[in-house]
């Protein structure tokens, strides 16, 4: 396992259509996290799952976002109703238990609503 | 609400001129530390970090960073930069929570 996994790399949908992300932690790492970064920002947090909780939401997170972690491996991001709003670069990232971690990073999925 | 500040957006230098970034952070309990690089067209990497111990913490490719309690700072340093330099550098503050929030980010472009 060479790190954080994020599929698909880019992503181009119509308005209103759904998207479905998929991220894949380095297998060791109990804790996951989402973020979004638009251009010119920093990534801004979503969500953070411990195993398969949802610890933590954003009021970024609108009701058209839900992410799911079932198993406690690989995590799932997916948007509704897509708008052009949306349009950013969806990051995930990972990191262990305990209280001196860092967080790891995928390489993103570049999602371009039209 | 926690919240990090970076000083500079974008920033220009010639080769072997020192950098210096600027970063703030507002939260009053304990917090980690983070400088983060995304070179272009890759993802972010972990520069350095501090969690306890020595404020002044080295990192990767001649980077150092300087935390100042009294003034919720964590700067960016490094003596002599280099063309390969040239990256989106980004500061981060875990809290209790395990949450990274991140700055806006500062643009480093070095003049060959």
């Known amino acids: 396992d060479t790190g954080v996994s994020q599929n698909p790399r880019h992503k181009i949908t119509k308005r209103g259509q759904n998207v479905t992300f998929r991220c894949d932690p380095i297998?060791?790492?109990?804790?996951l996290y989402w973020y979004r970064q638009t251009l010119g920002q920093g990534p801004e947090f979503l969500t953070y799952?411990?195993?398969?909780?949802?610890?933590?939401k954003s009021r970024l997170l609108s009701d058209r976002f839900s992410a799911e972690r079932p198993k406690g491996s690989f995590s799932t991001l997916e948007i509704q109703r897509t708008e052009q709003g949306d349009s950013a670069m969806y990051l995930c990232?990972?990191?262990?238990?305990?209280?001196?971690?860092?967080?790891?990073f995928g390489q993103g999925t570049r999602l371009t609503v039209v | 609400a926690q919240s990090v500040s970076q000083h500079n957006h974008h920033v220009i230098l010639s080769e072997a001129a020192s950098l210096e970034l600027g970063c703030n952070y507002s939260?009053?309990?304990?917090?980690?530390l983070f400088w983060y690089v995304q070179y272009p067209g890759q993802h972010l990497q972990l520069l350095l970090k501090?969690?306890?111990?020595?404020?002044l913490v080295k990192g990767i490719k001649g980077f150092e960073a300087e935390f100042i309690k009294s003034k919720f700072s964590f700067n960016l340093r490094k003596p002599s930069v280099q063309w390969s330099d040239t990256a989106e550098y980004f500061c981060?503050?875990?809290?209790?929570?395990?949450?990274?929030?991140f700055g806006a980010g500062t643009r480093l472009f070095v003049k060959a």
């Open positions: 939260y009053g309990g304990t917090v980690n």
């Open positions: 799952f411990q195993n398969e909780a949802q610890l933590e």
């Open positions: 990232a990972s990191s262990s238990t305990g209280v001196d971690t860092e967080a790891f």
């Open positions: 297998s060791e790492h109990n804790r």
């Open positions: 501090y969690f306890s111990g020595d404020p």
């Open positions: 981060a503050v875990m809290t209790g929570g395990f949450k990274t929030i």
